[in-house]
């Protein structure tokens, strides 16, 4: 029979249509302000090419009329990992909140993410943003706040360079077009001082710099206080005009130059509000010296628990679980009063105290980790009126303007439109109980009472979120799970309350992180056992026994290879004498991690979650870390001996012919390859040998074309051969869009095994907003997924399972 193809004329056809794809048509942009002098002068075809240079790989940019830039995107038949643009510009974004510019895009399949990276003396600061649509021009902000240091930048005001990248997600070609690039942000009266200056010493705490950071700002920006983020080597004179607080968020030390600064600024009547750390200098401008820190032990800190009257609307508990604080106390003859005191594990106020105020400012024990509603935003809001009592006004009008801005609504009448002209009773009288408490917030508002209107209207707010809620509609017979990263359930509550409220919540399974690759939660013959068995028991027992009393399925999860700095030191001092842990591309040494080309670590992984499944009746075991950690890994000496002999030769230049030499190259991958699969292929096995029926499951990255070179995980294989019974690629994505984007992609991948797509609670900006986990789980069940897994049952969890089971997990 005679095949069917393009002749000559056919493949002309296509070709031009291919052409036609390419140069869709793209609308003019819509109008943008003030842009930046470089952008200014993009005129033409010559200059836009010329301001926008491509990286390897990448096409040149063109021209495209209204003074906007065509971005063509080359994924098909290619092998770079993404499309980049490096913009040179000559920014002072120190006074800025960040910058923004208008993006069209006309199909983000291709893509598996966006980047934005602003080059600074010697390193970048980097974030991501999505569209929530294609083919519609849209405006994109770039905040600081959401950043991420690379290298040592030289702060704010020294960026020279911004770069576009647009990562691969699939092979197919589109185009993007960029527009307005300038600043966004005026003048703030907040600054939230970043740790940069720390960073390049902080080691692995670099990170957690920027996102305390980040946690502060987006508090603020909840309660409507303007204010913007910068690094405390940025710090000047004219940046602090008009501004009427400064938070340092956690820096351990504060550049000499700074505190300089800040010292006219607080005699002139500016406040600091410190968290954590009273470094060289801090104190003073407070009025405060460190008498120490307390550290928990084995439970947290509750939270803050107010003292006496407190401060104006302060609620009498915030919860936060912190492990430590530092002790502050009035130096000298200095006014300090104490407003909350640490609660400990056991639900006792103690005496240590939480937050301090002073006439110059305040001082919060540990970092601030609430970044979302309820008690910890209100917490925040009484502090910073208390600082700066004209923030109230800010904040008591930001609060009334949300009533109602629930799921894209501009406000109540908006959402009432949205949930039709009929809708159920309880829908009903939740807008009618919102629209009454809007009525008294108006007119407190109009009074000048700010603490309370603040107040009515937060609980108008929550009445209209509930209509929106009531009002979504649920799904029978699906898979709803929960990973949870601590072995002990809920922070305080155990593995009964803990499972009681997942089940109340409408899920129907979790997924406990019970062992790491040098640590088991529970009496193990395999890996060290946690020090604390003794005293508090096995956890698998304890969430098992929970589980089956509440109708919960129960997949024990494992971290593999990463010991996550959990392992007994002796275990992995014996692990690095035998040669055992992972050595990167620069030859550094990655100790925590084990190598998984080497015998003895696979068969450790093996045996330990096949341990599991002999001793415990779980409904299943659940891979995660089950992967490089990145594509610098492994390349230990024990690697290249296996690898050589795999390969049946020597490598003449080690390590470099593994990237440099094609052969060498794609013999290398799927090596690291083999060396995870079989690991999955081998508890897989296994596991189905001692009892048939249990499930075997994974957590994966998300973007399987790439990531199966990139980490060595080729998780499609995994399902392909039916080692999998379902996976849970982690979609941790802000963006709906990106979400749907993504999830449709995988749902290919994963072909037959059922995919059940990791929604990222935890992860975002907001890790309390029930209503865009309400809408990732409609995107699941849109797309005829049959079920999700969320990240992370943790507090932030817990606040959100009363709305769901409102409507979308309504049994």
């Not at 056991?346 to 980790?369: K, S, Y």
């Amino acid at each position: 029979m005679r095949k069917r193809g393009f002749g000559a004329g056919g493949w002309a056809a296509w070709v031009v249509l291919a052409g036609v794809l390419r140069a869709q048509e793209i609308p003019a942009p819509p109008g943008g302000g003030e842009v930046f002098p470089e952008w200014a002068q993009v005129r033409d075809a010559a200059s836009a090419s010329a301001l926008l240079r491509p990286m390897g790989g990448t096409e040149a940019a063109g021209y495209l009329a209204g003074g906007a830039v065509r971005l063509p995107v080359n994924f098909a038949g290619t092998r770079h990992e993404r499309v980049s643009w490096d913009i040179p510009v000559r920014a002072d974004l120190r006074r800025a909140r960040g910058i923004r510019f208008d993006f069209w895009c006309g199909d983000l399949g291709p893509f598996a993410g966006f980047s934005v990276y602003f080059r600074s003396g010697g390193g970048w600061y980097h974030t991501s943003f999505c569209p929530e649509r294609a083919g519609v021009w849209e405006r994109v902000e770039i905040d600081k706040a959401g950043t991420r240091i690379e290298g040592q930048p030289a702060g704010w005001g020294s960026v020279d360079m911004i770069r576009l990248s647009g990562w691969r997600g699939g092979g197919a070609d589109t185009v993007c077009a960029l527009a307005n690039l300038g600043y966004t942000g005026g003048r703030p009266e907040v600054l939230v001082v970043r740790a940069d200056s720390c960073a390049a010493r902080a080691g692995g705490e670099a990170r957690s710099l920027g996102e305390y950071a980040a946690t502060v700002s987006a508090t603020l920006d909840r309660l409507g206080v303007v204010s913007s983020q910068l690094a405390d080597t940025d710090l000047a004179p004219e940046l602090l005009e008009g501004v009427r607080l400064v938070v340092l968020p956690y820096n351990p030390s504060v550049p000499a130059e700074a505190v300089a600064l800040l010292r006219p600024f607080v005699a002139g009547g500016g406040k600091v509000l410190a968290c954590y750390s009273l470094g060289k200098g801090v104190g003073e401008l407070l009025g405060l010296k460190s008498a120490g820190s307390v550290v928990c032990e084995g439970a947290p800190f509750q939270g803050f628990a107010r003292v006496g009257g407190g401060l104006a609307a302060q609620p009498a508990f915030a919860p936060q679980a912190s492990w430590r604080t530092t002790v502050a106390e009035a130096s000298g003859e200095a006014r300090a009063r104490v407003v909350a005191v640490w609660r400990d594990g056991q639900g006792r106020d103690t005496a240590t105290p939480a937050i301090t105020v002073t006439p110059t400012g305040g001082f919060v024990g540990h970092v601030w980790f609430q970044a979302s509603g309820g008690e910890g935003a209100a917490l925040m809001r009484a502090l910073v009126g208390e600082l700066v009592p004209d923030l109230w006004r800010q904040a008591a009008e930001r609060a009334y303007a949300e009533i109602g801005a629930v799921a894209g609504s501009a406000g109540l009448e908006a959402l009432r439109a949205q949930l039709g002209r009929r809708p159920a009773r309880a829908v009903r009288e939740a807008l009618e109980a919102a629209e009454g408490g809007r009525r008294e917030a108006r007119r407190l508002l109009g009074d000048g009472r700010w603490p309370e209107s603040v107040g009515v209207s937060a609980r108008a707010a929550e009445r209209a979120l509930r209509a929106w809620c009531l009002a979504q509609p649920a799904r029978e017979g699906e898979f709803r799970a929960f990973w949870c990263h601590s072995a002990f359930g809920l922070g305080g509550k155990g593995w009964d309350e803990s499972v009681r409220l997942l089940k109340e919540g409408g899920f129907n399974a979790v997924l406990p992180n019970m062992l790491w690759a040098g640590v088991a939660y529970y009496p193990s013959k395999t890996l060290p056992e946690y020090g604390g068995l003794a005293q508090q028991g096995d956890q698998i027992a304890q969430c098992l026994a929970a589980c089956r009393k509440y109708g919960v399925q129960c997949h024990v999860w494992k971290v593999n290879w990463n010991t996550g700095g959990k392992a007994p030191k002796a275990f992995l001092e014996r692990l690095r004498a035998e040669g055992r842990t992972q050595k990167e591309y620069s030859g550094a040494l990655k100790d925590e991690w084990l190598c998984p080309s080497h015998p003895a670590n696979q068969e450790l992984e093996v045996a330990s979650m096949l341990e599991i499944v002999r001793t415990y009746e779980v409904d299943g075991i659940h891979f995660d870390y089950i992967r490089y950690p990145g594509n610098d890994c492994c390349f230990c000496d024990g690697c290249r001996a296996r690898f050589e002999a795999a390969l049946g030769r020597a490598v003449k230049e080690w390590p470099e012919d593994t990237r440099r030499d094609e052969a060498v190259r794609q013999r290398w991958l799927d090596f690291r390859r083999a060396s995870i699969d079989t690991v999955v292929r081998r508890v897989a096995e296994g596991s189905r040998g001692i009892r048939p029926g249990v499930k075997v499951s994974a957590a994966v990255f998300r973007n399987w074309p790439v990531d199966r070179d990139g980490v060595g995980q080729d998780w499609k294989l995994w399902c392909d051969e039916g080692w999998l019974d379902f996976v849970c690629p982690m979609d941790y994505f802000d963006s709906n869009a990106q979400f749907r984007t993504v999830v449709a992609a995988q749902k290919g991948y994963a072909g037959r095994v059922p995919l059940y797509p990791g929604i990222g609670l935890s992860c975002w900006r907001d890790p309390r907003d029930a209503v865009r986990l309400a809408q990732q789980i409609g995107i699941v069940r849109e797309l005829g997924v049959p079920g999700y897994t969320v990240f992370n049952y943790d507090a932030n969890a817990e606040a959100v399972l009363p709305y769901l089971r409102l409507g979308v997990t309504a049994r």
